[in-house]
């Protein structure tokens, strides 16, 4: 009876302890070849900017704008004065009408003209059958000398106005060349004057944040002036000086891990060694391009980050995900799966690559490491993996 109790007491603690089994979630350390690496300290910079400048000498208004406003491509940062330039534009607009004017005029009167010699070269063609007809009788003696001498004379007339008709006609055609040229002058003056005036209207050439603006709102500029600068998205750079002696390894690589203030790991590419060198701390002066989107908070000059450098060759290394790690007496532990329980673990860290740390000692490659549920683990307690039976 009492031997009953006590199995039915184990087998009902078992089977609460087996509900008590903690969900997790575990990653597999991984073996591969890399680096070691180190902490240096980095710092955000950025481009010279993109200067937007009085395209002519005069007047400028500027829009309600402050530095540090995000504006877009096209937006209307500053107006130019242009009451002048559209008095000019209005004059020439009124030349090239009456222009235009003249040349239908001039259209016109060249059409009447040819018709008009049209109707003379009838004419002219019909006298110069009568005057035929006319020198044939006289040598038959039918009619008289004086006959042919009127009839002659009527021929040479129509001819004489045939001449002056075609002379009008050149000169009425050449005074349309003439017009055209001066039309297209006009034309010209006045597209020039347009473009002005769309000049005068001062957009941002790209989309970005101003971060100098000129300290007037409305004001006289010279031709070049800077009215704005303004400083892109994307141009964003990190800057740090670098050992030495682990330039080798860094070019090496080419692209090393930091963190952001979220304590979140990215990337960044180096760019060029710059020719600065500080003699005291044997460090050079490196640029990194940031292939990601730089996080809001860090664009800013002078922004700080933690770079994770290399400082050896590649060599086997067991590296675990970053949030399999948990902080334990200025130390790091990381609960290992065994037998369905959370083992803890001592371990010796050396630096973390794309989001993972590199494991020194503590645990070996393909063991299975808890890397969520890990906070309130204690050790030997027993789990259950998610997604395992």
Same mark, same amino acid.
């Given at each position: ?54 395209? %002519?000498?005069? $007047? /400028? @208004?500027?829009?309600?704008?402050? &530095?540090?406003?995000?504006? =877009?491509?096209?937006? +209307?940062? !500053? ?78 007339? %129509?001819?004489? $106005? /045939? @001449?002056?008709?075609?002379?009008? &006609?050149?000169?009425?055609? =050449?005074?349309?060349? +003439?017009? !055209? ?94 020719? =600065? ?113």
């Amino acid at each position: 009876m009492l031997l009953s109790a006590v199995l039915t007491i184990n087998i009902a603690h078992a089977q609460q302890k087996q509900k008590r089994s903690t969900p997790v979630e575990v990653a597999i350390a991984e073996q591969k070849m890399i680096s070691t690496t180190s902490t240096v300290d980095g710092r955000v910079v950025v481009g010279a900017g993109v200067r937007v400048v009085a395209p %002519k000498s005069g $007047q /400028i @208004v500027f829009e309600p704008l402050k &530095i540090g406003e995000m504006v =877009q491509k096209g937006d +209307v940062i !500053a107006r130019m004065e242009v009451t002048d330039l559209t008095k000019t534009l209005q004059d020439l607009r009124l030349k090239d009408k009456q222009k235009k004017r003249q040349m239908e005029n001039n259209r016109l009167r060249i059409d009447s003209e040819s018709r008009r010699l049209a109707i003379l070269i009838k004419q002219a063609d019909l006298i110069a059958d009568r005057l035929d007809r006319i020198e044939t009788l006289t040598q038959n003696q039918v009619t008289t000398q004086t006959s042919l001498g009127e009839a002659n004379i009527r021929y040479f007339e %129509k001819q004489q $106005q /045939i @001449v002056q008709v075609e002379n009008s &006609i050149s000169i009425l055609q =050449q005074d349309r060349e +003439v017009m !055209a040229i001066d039309l297209e002058t006009l034309q010209l003056e006045i597209a020039d004057i347009q473009r002005q005036i769309s000049e005068a209207k001062i957009v941002a050439p790209i989309d970005g944040q101003i971060i100098s603006l000129a300290d007037f709102s409305i004001g006289y500029s010279r031709v070049g002036d800077t009215l704005v600068t303004l400083q892109r998205d994307d141009d964003y750079e990190i800057e740090a000086d670098i050992p030495l002696g682990w330039m080798a390894y860094l070019r090496d690589v080419q692209t090393i891990a930091y963190e952001n203030h979220l304590g979140v790991m990215q990337t960044a590419r180096l760019r060029v060694e710059l020719p =600065q060198e500080n003699p005291r701390s044997r460090t050079r002066l490196v640029r990194f391009e940031i292939p990601d989107v730089l996080d809001e908070n860090l664009r800013a000059v002078g922004a700080s980050l933690a770079l994770m450098v290399p400082t050896s060759i590649p060599e086997d290394q067991i590296t675990v995900p970053s949030d399999a790690l948990v902080p334990l007496r200025g130390g790091y532990i990381v609960f290992v799966i065994e037998d369905g329980k959370a083992i803890q673990r001592q371990v010796i860290t050396g630096g973390i690559l794309d989001g993972r740390v590199i494991i020194k000692d503590g645990v070996k490659a393909e063991e299975q490491v808890v890397i969520k549920g890990n906070e309130l683990l204690s050790n030997g307690q027993a789990v259950q993996v998610i997604g395992q039976d």
